[in-house]
Every structure is written in C-alpha cells, then in structure tokens.
C-alpha cells in the first residue's frame, strides 16, 4: 500500500510530455554508484540529502507526466529504496561514537536546509534527519562519553542546523514558533 501511495505521489505533479522520470532515475543511480565507491558516512548522508531534495524539486516543478505503466514510476521507487538502504547500511556500520554520527548528519542537513527551495523539500529533510538522529543511537553509549571538544562540535552543528532550518522556514513562508 505504501509503495501505491509513493508513486501516485510521484506521478500527481507530473502533467506534460518530459523526461523528469529520467533525470530522477539518473540522479539515483548516480547517488547510488557514489555511495558504493565512497561507502563513507558523509558521503551517504549528502547522497541521500541532495538526492531526495532534488527529487522533490524535480515533483513539485514537474514538467512532465510520463504514464505509470511504462516502469519508469516504479523504477524511481525502486533506486530510491536502494540508495535508503545502501545510506542506512553505511550509517548503521560506522563505527563512530553516535554523538559524532550525529554531529555528521546535522551539518548535512544544515546544507540542505539553506538551499530547500519548497516547504514540501525542508520538511522531508528534516523528517529524514530526524530518522537518522534516531539511527545512530548504540545501547550503551552516553552522551557524556566523548570528550568535550567532541561534545561541543555536536552541540554546535546541531544547533546550526535548527538555525538554518528555522531561516529556511520563514525564507519560504512558514510560521516558526
């Protein structure tokens, strides 16, 4: 049922005769061929951001309405759950304390936020990152175990983050309480 829903979500913008299926599909197996090259975490989590944002964008300018029976719709779904995974995979094996898998993530998503041309784009990045905070979690790591520095640095990129997501917000119109 949620594969139904994402590709008539994915079809809907679309109205005209383009190739917006095919830049999608290329910019997927592009992120996905970086992300087995790299297999990096910052380089899966800046795959998976500027892919998805890009995704987006491609939807909500949509110059194109290809029909959904000629695989194309399904072919998008398909590298974008591939490249989740892959991102998921790389996140889930880094070895790294979560307070720096964190730190990681939240300058990423700080990038994204400040070029979220759409509220559609900013919400879906933060939902993303909220997804992958919640990944880097180990049982049995304290936030007080790595050193100060480190701890600061987080503090840091994540509170840039909320800033730039806040800017962002009220950039394209949304009320920030």
């Given at each position: 049922?949620?594969?139904?829903?994402?590709?008539?979500?994915?079809?809907?913008?679309?109205?005209?005769?383009?190739?917006?299926?095919?830049?999608?599909?290329?910019?997927?197996?592009?992120?996905?061929?970086?992300?087995?090259?790299?297999?990096?975490?910052?380089?899966?989590?800046?795959?998976?951001?500027?892919?998805?944002?890009?995704?987006?964008?491609?939807?909500?300018?949509?110059?194109?309405?290809?029909?959904?029976?000629?695989?194309?719709?399904?072919?998008?779904?398909?590298?974008?759950?591939?490249?989740?995974?892959?991102?998921?995979?790389?996140?889930?094996?880094?070895?790294?304390?979560?307070?720096?898998?964190?730190?990681?993530?939240?300058?990423?998503?700080?990038?994204?936020?400040?070029?979220?041309?759409?509220?559609?784009?900013l919400d879906s990045l933060k939902a993303m990152t909220a997804r992958f905070s919640a990944m880097a979690y180990s049982d049995g790591q304290r936030a007080c175990d790595p050193?100060?520095?480190?701890?600061?640095?987080?503090?840091?990129a994540r509170e840039h983050a909320a800033e730039c997501y806040r800017a962002a917000a009220v950039r394209l119109g949304a009320s920030v309480d």
């Amino acid at each position: 049922m949620k594969q139904i829903l994402s590709l008539l979500f994915l079809s809907l913008p679309f109205i005209g005769c383009s190739d917006s299926y095919d830049k999608l599909i290329s910019d997927y197996e592009y992120a996905i061929e970086e992300l087995h090259a790299g297999g990096e975490l910052d380089v899966a989590l800046s795959s998976i951001f500027f892919t998805e944002q890009q995704a987006l964008h491609l939807m909500q300018t949509g110059d194109t309405v290809t029909p959904v029976a000629d695989g194309r719709a399904v072919r998008v779904l398909q590298l974008r759950d591939s490249l989740m995974n892959l991102a998921e995979m790389v996140y889930r094996s880094d070895v790294r304390h979560f307070i720096e898998k964190r730190t990681v993530l939240y300058r990423e998503a700080a990038d994204c936020y400040s070029s979220a041309s759409r509220l559609c784009e900013l919400d879906s990045l933060k939902a993303m990152t909220a997804r992958f905070s919640a990944m880097a979690y180990s049982d049995g790591q304290r936030a007080c175990d790595p050193p100060a520095a480190v701890r600061g640095a987080y503090r840091a990129a994540r509170e840039h983050a909320a800033e730039c997501y806040r800017a962002a917000a009220v950039r394209l119109g949304a009320s920030v309480d």
